[in-house]
């Protein structure tokens, strides 16, 4: 009975030391977020009057919004003026960018990890191993001959410029293959059995398997082509504003009216507007995405 009792005491004391720890952790983790959007909804003269409180005396506003999609014209003390912006333009082109992108990155990689794990073809692991080697090479120096490939193509000041380029990357590849091959093999041989062609046993076995490890891969990839800014200033940057994405756009704005006073508001509605994406495809596919990352490696 000693011995149970102190089990059950050591067991509850562990188990309130990892949720305290775990709670420590997720406020450190989800302050700053906190604080961002509670910053973009602060008004600019509350910004400019008293800038360290964290709740606003004046109250809570979507001024810095409205100034970010139409623009302002203030003349208070502490207000700014600011000249309209194409915002809506940025966040439609870098949707175009980021949605088409992903899906055909996830059509690319899934047919090609398709075939490095259920195809039998000669040097299928050799050249398997040799593309894996090319993901030491780092991406920067792939720029300038990547950047020279889209003028000769014709493509700079283009939204095709950002969609194409990473199409060909292993990491995705990588990942669905090691998903694949947790896939019983005894299925696809069932279907091929049955007549089914290799491209139907891809689309009506493989694939409706393959759902969490799909919605993985798309946030990365939907989440690196959201998230670029050094490349889409290279090819973006130096043309009309209605072509930027959204991030080289609100980096434009922000530098615009940097040391304005006030002008933290926006720097926060723009960071918000930047997030918002992400956090709303984490809310619907998390649990998708926990399942793929837990099955991903797990073999037969």
């Known amino acids: 009975m000693r011995r149970n009792s102190s089990n059950t005491s050591k067991e509850i004391a562990s188990r309130i030391i990892l949720t305290v720890l775990f709670t420590i952790f997720v406020v450190i983790w989800i302050f700053p977020l906190v604080w961002v959007f509670n910053g973009a909804l602060k008004s600019a003269d509350e910004w400019a009057t008293n800038p360290n409180s964290f709740f606003p005396s004046m109250g809570y506003t979507f001024e810095n919004f409205k100034t970010l999609f139409v623009g302002a014209d203030q003349t208070t003390a502490y207000n700014y003026s600011i000249d309209k912006q194409p915002v809506a333009q940025w966040v439609l082109n870098s949707l175009i960018v980021s949605v088409s992108h992903t899906a055909l990155y996830l059509v690319i990689s899934s047919l090609a990890a398709y ?10 692991d050799t050249l398997f191993y040799i593309l894996i ?6 991406g920067i120096v792939l720029t300038t001959p990547q950047f020279v490939n889209i003028v000769k193509m014709g493509l700079s000041l283009n939204l095709l410029s950002i969609i194409l380029p990473g199409l060909g990357g ?14 019983p093999k005894s299925l696809v041989e069932s ?15 493989v694939l409706p398997l393959a759902k969490p490890v799909l919605f993985v891969q798309g946030m990365f990839s ?21 072509t930027w994405t959204l991030q080289l756009g609100l980096t434009y704005l922000v530098d615009l009216n940097r040391g304005t006073q006030g002008a933290q508001g926006v720097a926060l509605a723009a960071s918000v507007i930047s997030m918002i ?3 709303l495809i984490y809310i619907v596919a998390s649990n ?6 837990a099955m991903t490696g797990v073999k037969e």
């Open 170 to 183: 292993i990491g995705g590849i990588f990942l669905m293959r090691q998903f694949f091959k947790g896939i």
């Open 115 to 124: 075939a490095f794990t259920f195809l039998e073809f000669k040097g299928r």
């Open 191 to 205: 279907a091929s059995i049955d007549g089914a062609s290799k491209f139907r046993t891809f689309l009506t076995v």
């Open 288 to 293: 998708h995405i926990i399942e793929g990352v």
């Open 222 to 242: 939907f989440m690196g082509v959201w998230n670029d800014f050094q490349w889409a200033q290279i090819v973006l940057g130096y043309g009309s504003k209605e």
């Open 277 to 279: 994406p992400m956090l």
């Open 133 to 138: 080697a090319t993901m030491t090479i780092p």
